[in-house]
Nanobody, 126 residues
């Protein structure tokens, strides 16, 4: 079992920055690939970013590429999402998730992730 707790959300003006954190406890965190997803009101949950268990491989959704960066610190059992140049359309609840050996190329699929946090709200005002 892996428990995930997100933090760092809040209200920010367009163009601003936030850094989300996801603290993990339970089974060996370093063996899990991690992802960030988000869900805006009335919309489906969507993929934002992925990082492999070692941190060597990352992927970012096209909508956030160049603005968001996923990273992890296995010594601290924490994964981060640095969000820069925020836009109003980035407003959503952000979730972190853990996947044990996700299938190659499936890092964007919700069903690849067995464990999910409760989410943290990010609101970007224009």
């Amino acid at each position: 079992q892996v428990q995930l707790v997100e933090s760092g959300g809040g209200l920010v003006q367009a163009g601003g920055s936030l850094r989300l954190s996801c603290a993990a406890s339970g089974r060996i965190f370093s063996t899990y690939a991690m992802g960030w997803f988000r869900q805006a009101p009335g919309k489906e949950r969507e993929f934002v970013a992925y990082i492999s268990w070692s941190g060597d491989v990352t992927y970012h959704a096209n909508s956030v590429k160049g603005r968001f960066t996923i990273s992890r610190d296995n010594a601290k059992n924490t994964v981060y999402l640095q969000m820069n140049t925020l836009k109003p359309e980035d407003t959503a609840v952000y979730y972190c998730a853990a996947a044990n050996k996700p299938r190659i190329g499936a890092w964007g699929r919700l069903d690849e992730y067995a464990y999910w946090g409760q989410g943290t709200q990010v609101t970007v005002r224009s």
